[in-house]
């Protein structure tokens, strides 16, 4: 059925909540307006198990057929999500159909962090089929939980379904609020507010972060932690569960990975993450299925953190998105850009075929080279070498404190504190090591995964490192490059040899500039305190200080990549 004769069977739709030209005053750089926008709000749609599942749908008032968009959110269908997806979509040729989850946004039942969205999703599509203007081709597009609904719907993807773009985007609860065991705790806490909050209205989900951020040190610091949200947050089942489970093998877990969508995917992908996403080690996990699947995909990386890609690099992420829409589901391929991925790498874009670069990988790669790992030791006086160890003798220690923790600083956070920061301040703590190679006499790029591998001792048998790679400036500013988490086990003397992943990163080291190793006991309250004693963090009341020793055999590994194939102004 053509648009025209849909328009006739349905009311024509209200105005839009946002005037187009202030979400343009507020955006530079987006693409031309195409058509005007309609809007049928708070639609009664039936979820799987047939109650309302609220949604809202902006079409272009213009004559011919326009392929859906789907968008599935738990934090309501008002702004941003109304002007940036809902109007901006729809001006450019879509309809764009966003629904409130399952208790959230006026949708009757109770919101249940991941277990209703592959059903519900499926109850949407085939919603979609029953209605006057849709044309059998449909998309998927949204950022972190909408990533999830969009993984949801793959899981059996219905035929319809043509494209997928997922930004800065979920796949796996689990690896969210945990790493090693060691919870998230700010990350909990900053989706705890968003979920619980943001689908209210924007007053109700600022008066939310305000409580949260004024008993911010009180609930971090409480004994027991379990619970001690609740002054600021109300009752969440659901985040008490997630800061309750540290074991990813726990029943409470099972099922809420959605990563095996990806094994069999073959429905076109675009992935867009930052270099201090809270989600981008999840992205890359992503990325790297759907190519070992066979799938068709891109993947942007830009100079962002989670909130920021959608802020400051809307206009690249809005662009690269529409191009990947347009060209599954319209057939217009002239936006894509001619390599399937582009990061950011020293105040440009770098153009490569695919990430990790490899040499010979794809016609036109042969000139690509392969980043090369090069390993850092650490040596007393705070010094880091290429030379390797010749003993497994301490290089130095430190006292960890979980009465004064260690502050965490910047980083891949979802709160406004994310991305990098100058980190003399933390450095000049007594708790805090560093250790600090020469000026460098060449530019080091660095492309890929960066690990550290860790020999450390304790004398509680209980500890947690935190492991960070800086950039020092020649007037000494340290600025935060990405880190990692391990949590070690000893016993007596011996010490535990850790792997620690640090995330994986596109810098650019200048010529003067020089590599800096950070190590610590902690980073709070971006992670929950170690008790010293094996308790888990949420129940644990009494804590313990730890003598943390690091030994010579440690090691920080980065991926060295010669000179780029391509660059790009940017």
């Not at 076109?268 to 809270?278: F, Q, Y």
């Not at 992205?283 to 790297?288: D, P």
Request: charged share 20%; with cysteine; proline share 11%.
């Amino acid at each position: 059925m053509t648009s025209a004769t849909a328009r006739a069977a349905r009311p024509a739709g209200a105005r839009p909540p946002l005037p187009a030209r202030l979400l343009r005053a507020t955006f530079r750089g987006l693409p031309a307006k195409r058509h005007p926008v309609g809007y049928d709000p708070a639609l009664p749609v039936p979820a799987a198990d047939g109650g309302p599942l609220l949604t809202d749908h902006y079409f272009p008032r213009a004559e011919g057929d326009f392929p859906t968009l789907l968008i599935r959110s738990p934090y309501g269908r008002g702004l941003p999500w109304s002007a940036m997806y809902g109007l901006l979509l729809a001006e450019q040729g879509f309809h764009v159909v966003v629904q409130s989850c399952r208790g959230t946004g006026g949708s009757g039942g109770t919101f249940d962090l991941w277990r209703n969205e592959p059903a519900d999703g499926q109850a949407a599509v085939a919603w979609l089929r029953q209605q006057p203007w849709f044309d059998g081709r449909l998309g998927t597009v949204g950022p972190s939980y909408l990533g999830y609904t969009q993984w949801a719907l793959a899981l059996d993807p219905p035929p319809e379904l043509k494209a997928m773009v997922i930004q800065v985007g979920l796949h796996d609860p689990y690896a969210l609020f945990h790493t090693d065991g060691a919870l998230h705790l700010e990350n909990a806490l900053t989706c705890g507010a968003g979920i619980a909050y943001q689908h209210r209205g924007a007053l109700a989900f600022l008066r939310a972060t305000l409580r949260l951020k004024r008993r911010l040190r009180d609930i971090t610091t409480a004994r027991p932690l379990r619970g001690a949200y609740r002054p600021a947050l109300g009752e969440l089942p659901w985040l008490d569960d997630v800061m309750t489970n540290p074991d990813p093998n726990d029943s409470y877990w099972t099922g809420a990975s959605l990563a095996p969508a990806a094994d069999r995917l073959r429905v076109p992908t675009a992935l867009v993450t930052g270099w201090h996403d809270a989600l981008a080690d999840q992205t890359f996990a992503q990325y790297a299925r759907l190519r070992r699947a066979g799938c068709e995909t891109a993947l942007l990386v830009g100079p962002w953190t989670h909130a920021s890609a959608l802020q400051r690099g809307w206009p690249e992420v809005f662009t690269e998105s529409l191009a990947w829409l347009r060209a599954h589901l319209c057939g217009d391929r002239s936006g894509l850009r001619p390599t399937g991925v582009r990061v950011h790498l020293g105040g440009t874009w770098r153009d490569v075929d695919q990430w990790p670069p490899e040499a010979g990988a794809e016609p036109g790669a042969e000139s690509a080279p392969v980043p090369e790992p090069i390993a850092w030791y650490p040596l007393p006086g705070a010094h880091l070498t290429h030379q390797p160890p010749v003993d497994n003798s301490p290089v130095a220690s430190f006292r960890y404190d979980p009465d004064d923790p260690t502050p965490s600083l910047g980083g891949p956070l979802l709160s406004p504190g994310a991305g990098p920061r100058d980190n003399r301040s933390l450095e000049a703590r007594a708790d805090v090591l560093t250790f600090t190679g020469p000026p460098l006499t060449e530019p080091l790029d660095i492309l890929g995964p960066v690990t550290a591998r860790i020999g450390v001792s304790t004398d509680t048998g209980h500890a947690d490192v935190f492991t960070r790679l800086c950039d020092v400036d020649p007037e000494g500013r340290s600025v935060n490059v990405c880190d990692g988490l391990g949590r070690a086990r000893t016993t007596g003397d011996a010490p535990a040899r850790l792997t620690v992943p640090m995330g994986t990163t596109a810098h650019r080291f200048p010529a003067g500039h020089r590599v800096r190793w950070q190590l610590s006991g902690g980073a709070h309250p971006r992670y929950a305190r170690s008790p010293g004693t094996g308790e888990l963090p949420a129940d644990a009341t009494e804590f313990v200080p730890a003598r943390i020793t690091l030994h010579a055999d440690s090691a920080l590994t980065l991926p060295r990549y010669q000179s780029p194939r391509s660059d790009n102004p940017g």
